[in-house]
């Protein structure tokens, strides 16, 4: 198979919560695979290095502030990034949040926050979105959603997913909806499922022995995920390899839910 089905030379890429974490790993794996990057962030400032990273690749990359729960400041973002980079032709929608409470401590206020970043920014984000990537001639959206949203999981110490899975569950939905709305555009819209994940937001499971064994004895592949490998995943589908994909969920899992 042709290398150049993945090479992303040309592609102008738009990825939210990219400052820190999963998000700036795939900002620079799209770099290094060819695209220009527009890194947006609520919290910026360590988006710093990523940028001289990217910039050191010879590719184009702004940093974008930007409070993706304000429907402002969204489509702000989304203007910006086109503005700075010359167009858009892929959105990675990264930004996330979780909280992890027992099932009668989790607060409507926890429920409000985590769908609106989870699930109700996604869907004004990749709207406006799409209008510049129609401008474009086509594009690729790439939602990060999650095995919680094909899976329930309680781990030991009771800890509920019920926000974070109803967000992720919807977003595999929108997924499809996208999908076909897009259909006719030349703009593909897709879901990375990815299991745990070793970053910051993970670290209390990695260091609590309970939930981690618990997590790595449910994955037959016996581990948490690393960032790194989200991208080969990420670059499939913001790629021509997958010119004819689209409204699927790619379940990046190392096999839970074969099992």
Do not use: H
């Amino acid at each position: 198979m042709s290398q150049s089905l993945f090479d992303l030379s040309g592609a102008k890429a738009l990825i939210t919560g990219a400052g820190r974490g999963i998000g700036r790993t795939l900002a620079e794996g799209f770099a290094a695979a060819g695209a220009d990057v527009a890194i947006a962030d609520i919290d910026i400032e360590p988006a710093g290095e990523a940028k001289e990273a990217i910039e050191n690749m010879g590719r184009k990359c702004a940093l974008i502030q930007a409070d993706v729960t304000d429907m402002e400041s969204a489509e702000r973002m989304v203007i910006e990034a086109a503005a700075a980079l010359g167009g858009l032709t892929i959105l990675v929608n990264n930004a996330g949040t979780n909280v992890r409470k027992t099932l009668w401590d989790i607060s409507e206020a926890d429920w409000d926050r985590i769908l609106d970043l989870n699930l109700k920014s996604i869907f004004f984000i990749t709207r406006r979105a799409g209008e510049e990537m129609k401008k474009a001639g086509g594009g690729k959206v790439i939602n990060i959603s999650s095995l919680m949203g094909w899976s329930v999981f309680r781990n030991p110490r009771q800890q509920c997913y019920g926000p974070y899975t109803s967000s992720k569950s919807g977003l595999i939905g929108l997924t499809r909806v996208f999908a076909r709305e897009y259909a006719t555009d030349n703009i593909q819209v897709n879901a990375i499922c990815p299991t745990f994940i070793e970053t910051e937001l993970t670290a209390s499971l990695q260091e609590d022995e309970l939930i981690y064994d618990a997590i790595c004895e449910r994955t037959p592949m016996g581990r948490f995920g690393q960032m790194s490998e989200l991208v080969g995943p990420a670059i499939f589908l913001a790629s021509e390899a997958s010119s004819l994909v689209t409204g699927t969920s790619l379940l990046v899992d190392g096999g839970w839910y074969a099992t």
